[in-house]
């Protein structure tokens, strides 16, 4: 099937139950992202910030990207003028940067703090005692150009969909908390980014209510290396 043929039938799978579809984009040509925005697509999410800089200069301003892989501070400033979520916060240093270049721009960036639930130790993400102590942190109640909408979590590499689905299940319970406890009256505390390509079926059915799929909508191929060099 096409990528417009793959947008076509995964809207028609997620639309119904209110289940955002993100397109990772990471490594894919601007063609390729315009056949999946031609099919209505308008969210994208990269993992690094030089490829996805360079593609925000040259494709349509109507699309909202969202940065989903580690992010160092020092490349907050490159991606702070038009960022619309960065999904992957892992510490109140990196949210006191983005609030910092956020301010700059006269923005209020949106962001979700990712939480570690893998077992593996290649993964980033707050633990849930430490996502809880920085949102009880004078720290972060200083902050006034960042707004956080919500949590993500990468589940580990398994063929165990038991172990999948108690990661999920996890993270949910602990969504639902963090919402009572710190977000009980903000409408804006909404967002559950939870499942890629290998187990967003599963992340659906734990509570997920945004999927960050790749390689079900582009195919697995890689056609250019973006260059990272200067950024």
Request: net charge negative; with cysteine; charged share 30%.
């Given at each position: 099937?096409?990528?417009?043929?793959?947008?076509?039938?995964?809207?028609?799978?997620?639309?119904?139950?209110k289940?955002?579809l993100?397109?990772?984009?990471?490594?894919k040509?601007?063609?390729?992202?315009m056949?999946?925005?031609?099919?209505g697509q308008?969210?994208?999410g990269?993992?690094?910030?030089?490829?996805?800089?360079?593609?925000?200069?040259?494709l349509p301003?109507d699309?909202?990207?969202?940065l989903i892989?580690?992010?160092?501070?020092?490349?907050?400033?490159y991606?702070?003028?038009?960022?619309?979520?960065?999904?992957s916060?892992?510490?109140?240093k990196?949210?006191?940067?983005?609030?910092?270049?956020?301010?700059?721009?006269?923005?209020v960036?949106?962001?979700l703090?990712q939480?570690y639930?893998?077992?593996?130790?290649?993964?980033?993400?707050l633990?849930f005692?430490?996502?809880i102590?920085l949102?009880?942190?004078?720290?972060?109640?200083a902050?006034k150009n960042?707004?956080i909408?919500?949590?993500?979590?990468?589940?580990?590499?398994?063929?165990s969909e038991?172990q999948?689905k108690e990661?999920y299940?996890e993270?949910n319970?602990?969504f639902?908390?963090?919402k009572?406890?710190?977000?009980?009256k903000?409408?804006?505390?909404d967002t559950?980014?939870?499942?890629?390509?290998?187990?967003?079926?599963l992340a659906i059915?734990?509570?997920s209510?945004m999927?960050?799929?790749g390689?079900t909508i582009?195919g697995t191929?890689?056609?250019?290396?973006w260059k990272n060099?200067?950024?």
């Amino acid at each position: 099937m096409s990528i417009a043929d793959n947008i076509k039938s995964l809207k028609k799978e997620t639309d119904g139950i209110k289940v955002t579809l993100l397109a990772v984009s990471k490594t894919k040509p601007a063609e390729e992202l315009m056949e999946a925005y031609n099919a209505g697509q308008r969210l994208f999410g990269e993992n690094m910030v030089q490829e996805l800089v360079e593609k925000q200069e040259t494709l349509p301003k109507d699309i909202e990207w969202h940065l989903i892989g580690h992010l160092q501070t020092n490349k907050v400033k490159y991606i702070a003028p038009f960022v619309s979520m960065i999904q992957s916060v892992d510490s109140i240093k990196l949210l006191q940067e983005i609030n910092k270049h956020a301010e700059k721009n006269k923005r209020v960036i949106d962001c979700l703090l990712q939480i570690y639930i893998a077992d593996e130790d290649t993964k980033y993400g707050l633990g849930f005692d430490e996502a809880i102590e920085l949102l009880r942190s004078e720290e972060y109640t200083a902050l006034k150009n960042i707004r956080i909408r919500g949590l993500m979590g990468i589940a580990t590499n398994t063929d165990s969909e038991k172990q999948v689905k108690e990661e999920y299940y996890e993270l949910n319970t602990f969504f639902d908390g963090v919402k009572t406890s710190f977000f009980r009256k903000e409408t804006s505390f909404d967002t559950l980014s939870m499942g890629m390509s290998a187990d967003y079926k599963l992340a659906i059915e734990q509570g997920s209510n945004m999927v960050r799929l790749g390689s079900t909508i582009f195919g697995t191929r890689v056609v250019k290396h973006w260059k990272n060099d200067t950024i």
